[in-house]
């Protein structure tokens, strides 16, 4: 057999291992010791892939809610006990995994600074719009994980994007985020939310932060329809004065 035979034979050899182990890790049917041990051999095996499939334990849930959150967090630490050189796969499977990445999330947590994670944080955003999603569970989790960055600048007035996002969950963290902020890019946040809004409950926060700064709902020069759309939307215990400014009724 020559070197190349041989390197192939290797690869070829993990691959299979690779894969009973992804079987183990995923089967929630098996004994939790069985899918605890597949973590562990997968994490001494350290290649991206591997921690790729070792990671898929965070989007499968067990019926022992016990078991399921244990072996959880000892796949959490046995990534963080590898120290920096998984973040960027741990980055990896936050991008391509579409919904479960609260785990994953947990990780950059005690690998990433504060303005590391942060600056990541707003990266994620970035890279979605505020279109129609079937599940929003991905984005949901990365705004609420944006509010403990309240003084990152960068990051919340990419948060305020979302105050006009098709969803109404989502539009709720980012108005109540945003609410938090005193800035004219807030202001104009909530005043552009305030002319789309149709959920009463995002609507309280958004008038209410209104007031209470003396922020204008509508500026003087723009036009009647404006005007109208804000009137439409407007909860009936409060008022658009002449001067654009709303008051409690």
């Keep these: 057999m020559g070197f190349l035979d041989f390197l192939f034979s290797k690869e070829k050899a993990q691959e299979r291992q690779l894969g009973k182990l992804r079987k183990t890790l995923t089967n929630m049917w098996v004994q939790s010791p069985e899918r605890n041990y597949a973590a562990e051999q997968l994490r001494n095996i350290g290649t991206d892939d591997a921690l790729m499939i070792l990671m898929e334990r965070f989007k499968h849930t067990a019926q022992n809610t016990t078991y399921d959150n244990e072996e959880k967090m000892y796949v959490y630490d046995l990534l963080v006990s590898m120290g920096p050189t998984v973040i960027d796969v741990v980055k990896r499977f936050i991008r391509e995994e579409p919904e479960k990445i609260n785990w994953p999330m947990k990780v950059l947590d005690d690998l990433l600074s504060g303005d590391e994670m942060a600056s990541y944080i707003q990266s994620l955003l970035a890279d979605m719009t505020i279109d129609y999603e079937r599940n929003p569970e991905k984005k949901e989790q990365i705004l609420i994980r944006a509010r403990d960055f309240a003084s990152h600048e960068g990051l919340q007035k990419e ?18 985020a945003v609410s938090k902020q005193d800035a004219d890019w807030a202001a104009q946040a909530l005043r552009n939310n305030l002319r789309i809004e149709d959920s009463g409950r995002v609507l309280q926060i958004a008038c209410e932060k209104l007031v209470e700064t003396g922020w ?32 409690h009724k």
């Design 159 to 176: 948060v305020a994007r979302f105050s006009e996002d098709d969803n109404e969950g989502i539009r709720f963290i980012a108005v109540d």
């Design 216 to 247: 204008t709902a509508i500026d003087e020069e723009e036009d009647e329809q404006i005007r109208a759309d804000i009137l439409d939307n407007l909860p009936n215990t409060y008022l658009l004065t002449e001067e654009g400014a709303l008051k």
